[in-house]
């Protein structure tokens, strides 16, 4: 018995040293390997110690600031807005007079699980110049000319924004469904007895009873938004000059696009980490505080 057991037991260190040794080769050591990246000028096999000389140059690159400005800007504009067709959509889609409610629920759902790529070149497709957004608006005699919604500086982040709304609302929805459900009946019910409007329900009843999802969706839209990559990069390429490049984007080209310096792109990636933890951490104090 004593020989099965320590067989047993050989066998799960051998799994749990294969899972250790994973872990150290693809998380902890490239984890490692970028914070000397911080301190270095890499570009092809040559590294140079440049102590904060990434930091340093930071605050002197205009790019740097307008790519991070345009992230913060989606931020800001974006993720309140779906925030709030979220938990609107949750509210109406859980209500048990409506019909068809998962049909209506696995709609608005479907467009998270389609691909980051397709899904923006569709957009790109249909905001083009020539594309259907402008020619059903000629049709219909709103614009006697195409919008340029792909040149414009102001009309290519609203573009993105609205690409951002349609694709992530749905997957935001799914949370806030599910927080619905914790909520009883009988507590709208005794509300609506006491005379409680709608708004008064909702905003006294439902939007307490969300407060935790709320938070954790503002939490992971915050950091999902700072990483945002794939639709400037397909729907605009971060034109026009660079008027909607995101500080993912801008990392990905001073390691890929322009001449590669590694070190400049971590010194990078490290700052907007700390930037995801300082506003992560200030959101999750403000909710506690409101508790």
């Known amino acids: 018995m004593n020989g099965v057991n320590e067989q047993t037991n050989r066998i799960g260190w051998w799994f749990i040293g294969l899972s250790i040794v994973g872990f150290a080769a693809f998380m902890i050591y490239p984890i490692v390997s970028s914070v000397k990246l911080v301190f270095s000028s890499l570009s092809g096999d040559s590294s140079t110690f440049v102590g904060f000389g990434n930091f340093v140059r930071l605050f002197h690159d205009t790019t740097f600031w307008s790519s991070l400005g345009n992230s913060f800007l989606f931020l800001i504009v974006e993720v309140p807005i779906m925030l709030l067709f979220a938990i ?73 924004i609205l690409a951002l709304l349609w694709r992530w609302t749905g997957y935001n929805m799914i949370f806030f469904l599910a927080g619905l459900q914790n909520v009883s009946d009988e507590i709208y019910e005794a509300a609506e007895i006491d005379g409680a409007s709608k708004i008064q329900q909702f905003m006294h009843i439902t939007l307490p009873a969300l407060r935790p999802i709320i938070l954790f969706t503002a939490v992971q839209s915050t950091i999902s938004t700072l990483q945002l990559f794939d639709e400037p990069m397909n729907i605009t390429n971060g034109g026009p000059n660079n008027s909607s490049t995101t500080i993912a984007m801008y990392i990905y080209n001073v390691s890929f696009k322009y001449v590669p310096n590694f070190g400049y792109a971590a010194a990078m990636s490290y700052v907007v980490m700390f930037i995801i933890l300082v506003l992560s951490v200030i959101q999750m104090k403000v909710a506690n505080k409101d508790d």
Do not use: Q
Request: glycine share 2%; aromatic share 10%; net charge positive.
């Open 88 to 160: 609107i959509l949750a509210v109406v889609l859980n209500s048990k007079t409506l019909k068809l409610r998962g049909f209506w629920r696995l709609l608005i759902f479907l467009p998270c699980v389609t691909s980051l790529v397709s899904y923006s070149i569709l957009f790109k497709m249909l905001f083009s110049a020539d594309g259907l957004i402008n020619k059903f608006l000629e049709n219909i005699h709103l614009i006697s000319a195409p919008i340029p919604w792909l040149t414009d500086p102001t009309m290519a982040k609203i573009v993105i």
